[in-house]
């Protein structure tokens, strides 16, 4: 087991400098061709997050953009949230939590690109729309067998490689908690824990979207609070604080022997798996919501980046830092964020962090494993494929629970790095279509209007299976519009909505 674990440990230092140098690319060049949406567009963020969803067929409510935002923050909010950033600053030093940052930051405008394009490139499914990289490889470039690459690619890694690394987090902080040593512990652990998660994988897409819309923010919103907490018992070390963090990042200061690279590479290792920015999975949860336009989602999810990283991952990192802990060190994860609140808080710390990740880290695990299904269904729509998929996904559950920290951990980022690189790859030739769609979002709202897309209104995109009119909430958009319109004024908005670009 070690020399697995040594072996991909090898792998990773070397392959990961070339994602870290196609993730600062990407989200460079589509923060010009933006012209920096992630910044100049926040208030529109927050503004499309509260649209109503339409109905997909009579009497059937779509998925909403708020719970599309839920699938995907169940995804992202999670161990890497906690346990992976105690495990960049312990091996990065504080650095690492500048360049989880910038990373953030940049990637906004990624996630822009890539949930539009999912959206644009989203088809009808039995519940709700269905969507994602596979579909836009396809159906946008043509690559059938690269598209294929990629469903069997990201099943692997959400469905088994991160729902192992969910469960071990955990596993770890249970553990943690009630001082429990010994392979007995962690298999009881798991078994429970695949119990749960069996119940609501199985009842589909609905089920599990009306269970992270309550699980994500309350847990969140409760990890935060504590985090403020914190900081106002330390206000008067915050600035010592950000300058280390700062200091170190840039090589102005070093610290127990965490060099710069270490903190780069952890820093975006640990910001990628956590906000996945790029990564190509955020797109299939995009593609569920039904709006008006493509770019709302794009929106959506580029906020989502944010609230994870700059929000959630930075709570982390104060709990940390400001506990006084050994930098550049062994791999610490979950234990590190208890023992540490613990020291600030008191000894309900450590429970209070083992409900938190056990309630965020399941809730990844769900929307992980929807992830998973949304592509099992891209290469065959078949319901015994998916049961089967459900029944692998409860033992990855169990694996993990009784796993290693640096061996899963490795894996997770060895296989997001395989799925980065394909999804950047190809939205960086496809992203024309979404910025030429952010333009013919904001001529309409420039106009006043509730933008309103229809296939016609992008000729030079291929293959798009949906956007012909035939959505109830297009037709919606369109009468709410008219009845605020008169005369010539109401023709020529129809006209624009309709083909004007």
Not at 107 to 129: H, N
Not at 332 to 348: H, K, M, P, R
Request: hydrophobic share 50%; charged share 15%; proline share 3%.
């Amino acid at each position: 087991m070690t020399y697995i674990t040594d072996l991909v440990g090898s792998v990773n230092d070397i392959y990961w400098y070339g994602v870290i140098a196609l993730l600062v690319f990407a989200g460079l060049y589509f923060s010009v061709t933006t012209l920096v949406v992630q910044i100049r567009m926040f208030p529109e963020m927050l503004r499309t997050i509260t649209e109503k969803p339409s109905e997909i067929e009579t009497g059937k409510k779509g998925i909403s953009a708020f719970r599309a935002f839920t699938i995907s923050a169940a995804s992202r909010v999670g161990t890497g949230n906690v346990a992976g950033v105690a495990i960049a600053i312990t091996v990065g030093g504080p650095g690492a939590v500048f360049w989880m940052w910038l990373i953030a930051i940049i990637g906004g405008a990624t996630a822009f690109i890539e949930s539009t394009l999912g959206q644009l490139y989203k088809v009808r499914g039995k519940d709700s729309y269905v969507g994602g990289p596979a579909y836009y490889i396809r159906d946008g470039l043509g690559w059938k067998p690269v598209a294929v690459a990629f469903a069997v690619i990201i099943t692997v890694t959400y469905g088994f490689v991160f729902n192992a690394v969910q469960a071990n987090s955990i596993s770890e902080s249970v553990r943690n908690q009630f001082d429990l040593t010994g392979l007995g512990s962690g298999l009881i652990i798991g078994i429970v824990l695949a119990a749960i998660t069996g119940l609501v994988i199985f009842g589909g897409v609905r089920r599990l979207s009306s269970v992270t819309e309550v699980l994500v923010p309350v847990m969140a919103s409760a990890y935060i609070v504590v985090a403020l907490v914190v900081v106002a018992i330390n206000i008067t070390e915050v600035p010592e604080m950000v300058t280390l963090i700062v200091g170190q990042a840039l090589g102005f200061k070093e610290v127990a022997g965490a060099t710069i690279g270490a903190a780069i590479m952890q820093g975006m290792r640990r910001g990628l798996f956590s906000n996945e920015a790029g990564m190509g999975s955020v797109p299939n949860a995009a593609a569920t919501a039904s709006v008006s336009h493509p770019a709302k989602q794009g929106l959506v999810q580029s906020l989502g980046v944010y609230f994870d990283t700059l929000v959630v991952c930075s709570a982390t990192a104060f709990i940390i830092l400001l506990s006084d802990p050994t930098f550049g060190g062994d791999r610490e994860g979950i234990s590190l964020t208890q023992n540490a609140l613990a020291s600030q808080v008191g000894d309900w710390g450590i429970p209070f962090i083992t409900i938190v990740i056990f309630f965020l880290a399941f809730s990844s695990i769900l929307g992980n494993s929807y992830y998973g299904e949304a592509n099992i269904n891209f290469l065959r729509d078949s319901p015994l494929a998916i049961n089967i998929f459900r029944g692998l996904v409860l033992l990855a559950v169990l694996g993990g629970a009784l796993g290693s920290v640096d061996l899963v951990w490795g894996l997770a980022d060895l296989f997001m790095g395989f799925m980065a690189t394909i999804n950047l790859i190809a939205i960086i030739p496809l992203g024309s279509l979404a910025v030429a769609l952010l333009h013919h979002y904001l001529k309409q709202k420039a106009a006043g209007h509730n933008p309103v897309f229809h296939r016609d209104d992008l000729p030079q995109a291929k293959n798009i299976a949906c956007w012909d009119g035939s959505d109830p909430l297009t037709h919606q958009a369109v009468a709410d519009e008219a009845r605020n319109l008169t005369g010539d004024a109401q023709g020529d908005w129809k006209g624009e909505a309709k083909g004007d670009q």
